[in-house]
């Protein structure tokens, strides 16, 4: 059983900058592909970026290209959302996600995913 704990989020004005940092409990931490999702109050959980294992191939929702970058130290266990720019539409709980199956699988689908952190608070205002 992998556990995730979220940490970095918080309260920023428009504009502003926040890095949130995903530890992981797993010794084979690089075996694992890595995900940020989040949720707005009264929508769907959605896709935010995910970074794979191995080359650490990066993916990223149109809606956050180019404000968001994700990345992962391995020897840290260890996976990080840079996001500047931010905007209030941003304001979600964050969730961290993981999963190391084998096969295809879609990177910005939850069902990609079988370890999911509690997720951390981010509230940007304008």
């Known amino acids: 059983q992998v556990q995730l704990v979220e940490s970095g989020g918080g309260s920023v004005q428009a504009g502003g900058s926040l890095r949130l940092s995903c530890a992981a409990s797993?010794?084979?931490?690089?075996?694992?592909?890595m995900g940020w999702f989040r949720r707005a109050p009264g929508k769907e959980r959605e896709f935010v970026a995910a970074v794979n294992w191995g080359r650490g191939t990066t993916y990223y929702a149109d809606s956050v290209k180019g404000r968001c970058t994700i990345s992962r130290d391995n020897a840290k266990n260890t996976v990080y959302l840079q996001m500047n720019s931010l905007e209030p539409e941003d304001t979600a709980v964050y969730y961290c996600a993981a999963d190391r199956r084998s096969g295809s699988y879609l990177y910005a689908s939850t069902l990609s995913y079988a370890y999911w952190g509690q997720g951390t608070q981010v509230t940007v205002s304008s």
């Open positions: 797993e010794r084979t931490f690089s075996a694992y592909r």
